[in-house]
């Protein structure tokens, strides 16, 4: 199982949301080049980099933080938050992202997503669900769907695309546990995929059961920046 950590982006700082609540920014005063610095000096080989103001605004706004941290890290990148075209697409895959995260594109305008998979290959993205019992929300959590998580996974099948993360937003910053049923589903309905659980990881005990459940990998956040989980541990589990 993969250990990705996360790096949230507003206004070129890291934050943690609570629930995807705006209105709860906790910011932290790590740059996020610095951080992403202290995850590779840990042993760490993977972030997930959302960019929240992206995510708000529906295009991608930290360009500089990204390249940044592409510069001055050999991580493997995964990024998500306002990646609404083509041209987004081909600059950040000529930044060297390894992967890019497609959640409201892929509900609002899926001709065009099934059209990046054909033009870019799907190894290049991940679908990216964030949900709210089961129902996937858009636009940074801001919009409701009508379209639950097993829906769009299955409509995506076809095109070959192998990589789901699955935020549960009712967990996300909230330190109190993953949503293991939700991911236990995922993985008995498609054991094609390759799914990444993400929402309310605070425990080495959660990685456990995690790794237990089967799960691709998983993004941790808060629980790096509260110092509930020790970067050393991290790196000890990545091995």
Known sequence: ?????????MDG?????????????KVYDEDPVDMA??????DLENIHIVDLDGAQ?????????VEDIRANTALRIDFGGGVKTTEDVEALLDLNIDRINVGSVAVREPEKFV???DRFGSDNFILSTDVKGNEIKVNGWQE??????????KQYEPTGIKHVTCTDISADGTLAGPNFALYKKLLNRFPG?????????SSMEDLENLKYIGVYGVIIGKAIYEGKIPLSQLAAFNR
Do not use: H, P, Y
């Open 115 to 117: 059209g990046w998979i």
């Open 57 to 65: 605004q529906g295009a991608v706004v930290n360009w500089q933080t």
């Open 1 to 9: 199982m993969k250990i990705i950590a996360a790096i949230d982006i």
């Open 193 to 201: 995929m390759k799914f990444t659980a993400s929402g309310g990881v």
């Open 37 to 42: 610095k202290k995850f590779e000096d840990a």
């Open 13 to 25: 700082k890291c934050v943690r949301l609570t629930q995807g609540n705006f209105g709860s920014v």
């Open 144 to 153: 409701q769907t009508g379209i639950t998580i097993f829906d769009i996974i």
